[in-house]
């Protein structure tokens, strides 16, 4: 069976600084690759989705692991959650620092707990009595992240208006896998948005909204406004008007981005299914993105451009 990988690195205006736009490109390949070698060696998707997904997080141009963005007192609270389509078996994790990949915590929830979803300091004495690899907070807070933070408080301060779709405040990465025995799983990674109040969540880590995966269906990773994407329950819309209205994974994919617009929700989202189809819709001006099958052929795309 063919297998298939995408992935995405958050939505936006995105108006990279030039000098970095080479550096996302490979940022997103070296991805790629991670999860096409593991599909590639007949592993399985939640391994691959896994090993993008980490990739991304050690990437400090990104917004999740090292590099995510910061709340309003300046640190990072990390969000992550992995799903397998066989089984719906999932696991997340909420509001912690310290892990140097999230994404291996959600998978520590799903493999070594009882549980779907943990958070705060609970989760945090869970993963280390895991020996999941710790880093110290100042590892995640990069000087980018403080820069843009210090002009989102001061914006705040001067009441002025919020850039529209600043791709700096936000971000997320994750992925979406079929794998050579048909098994589809999705994996996603934030720091959430920039100024964030303490404590708040986002759809990332929440089943159905941010990460969604039945073999039956699709998998899903979505990124954007996270307070939209929780209450359009955005992931999981897409399963299932495939599966109640039988529309195809592109289109199912493109009416739910397609219909957040109306409401304010701005965003993608990036899917696959069991035959090979894959959808990455945004309605924002861009999304990071890129694919790769068993072709071994890396693309990669910004905006609206043709992936290559
Ligand atoms: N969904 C993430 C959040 O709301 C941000 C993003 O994907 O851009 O925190």
Redesign the pocket.
Known sequence: MAFTLAIHA???AMQPEKEILPAIHVGLRVALHAGHAVLADGGSALDSVTAAVVALEDNPLF?AGRGSVLTTEGTAEMEAAVMEGAGRRTGAVGGITGPRNPVLGARMVMERSEHVLMVGEGAMRFLRDHDLPMETADYFVTERRQAVLRAELARRVGGLKPARDNAAK???VGAVACDRAGNLAAATS?G??TA?LPGRV???PLIGA?TFADNATCAVS??????F?IRWVVAYDVAARMQYLGETLERAAENVVAGLVQFGGS?GLVAVDRDGHMALPFNSPAMYRGTIGADSTARTAIWREAMA
């Open positions: 958050g939505a936006g917004n936000h971000g997320t934030t959430g948005m964030k986002s759809d990332s941010g979505a990124t954007g406004h996270g307070e994407f965003g």
